[in-house]
């Protein structure tokens, strides 16, 4: 059983137009994240939810927009996509943000790697 | 500001070395400390975290230790394998906030 996944893990696309990774999770979390990793391997934060509220947003253009229509589910959507958007992009997710072992550890999914041209 | 560095950026070491590989980190006001494993073109997997009160953790072949107060972490691997082979990045989680700060990562090879 796939803990976090993500949809879809390649993504090829045009500048300008608009797209959506989706992901989820089956490990019953209240917190769920996304992050950029970019060409160097740099990997940032983007966004987080707990219990569908969002509570860390990140310095993110806002044609990223997250949504979280359940615990279980974050997706995320670009809209007018540009080439320095091409990355890879994780969804990861964790128990809870209470700040101990078991709450804080992290799952990542598999990774989306968007190529914008 | 927070920042978080590995150093060697990447490190080659013949099968059956133990290895320690290095995380230092500008603000010792942080909850926790993990480190994660990732292999190319996988995701994060995490290793070990290490609470801001404990000195050291352990699994397996793996020990990591922190030090706060000088802001270094080590992750120690014991008899390394051809399948330790991966990137490792430690990440820290300021203290008052919900997000982790990732470190640069060391790309190690185990040769065989």
Request: net charge positive; charged share 20%.
């Amino acid at each position: 059983d796939t803990a976090v996944s993500q949809t879809p893990k390649y993504l090829v696309t045009q500048m300008g137009n608009d797209k959506s990774i989706k992901c989820e999770q089956n490990l019953g979390h209240d917190t769920m994240y996304w992050y950029k990793q970019d060409s160097k391997k740099f990997l940032k934060i983007m966004f987080s939810y707990n219990n569908k509220e969002l509570i860390i947003n990140e310095t993110v253009p806002n044609r990223f927009s997250p949504k979280s229509p359940d615990k279980a589910h974050l997706n995320l959507h670009i809209n007018s996509l540009e080439l320095g958007d091409s990355a890879v992009y994780f969804c990861a997710s964790s128990q809870d943000v209470a700040g101990g072992p078991t709450t804080d550890t992290q799952y990542f999914g598999p990774g989306t790697r968007l190529t914008v041209l | 500001k927070q920042e978080v560095t590995q150093i060697p950026a990447a490190l080659s070491v013949p099968e059956g070395e133990n290895l320690v590989l290095n995380c230092s980190f500008t603000d010792s006001a942080i909850y926790n400390l993990q480190w994660f494993r990732q292999d190319p073109g996988k995701g994060l997997t995490s290793l070990l975290l290490i609470q801001s009160s404990q000195r050291e953790q352990t699994s397996g072949r793996l020990n990591a230790s922190l030090d706060k107060s000088s802001g270094r972490s080590t992750l120690y691997i014991a008899a390394s394998q051809p399948g330790d082979s991966a990137t490792y990045l430690c990440a820290v989680k300021p203290s008052g906030t919900y997000k982790y700060i990732f470190g640069t990562g060391t790309r190690l090879k185990v040769l065989a």
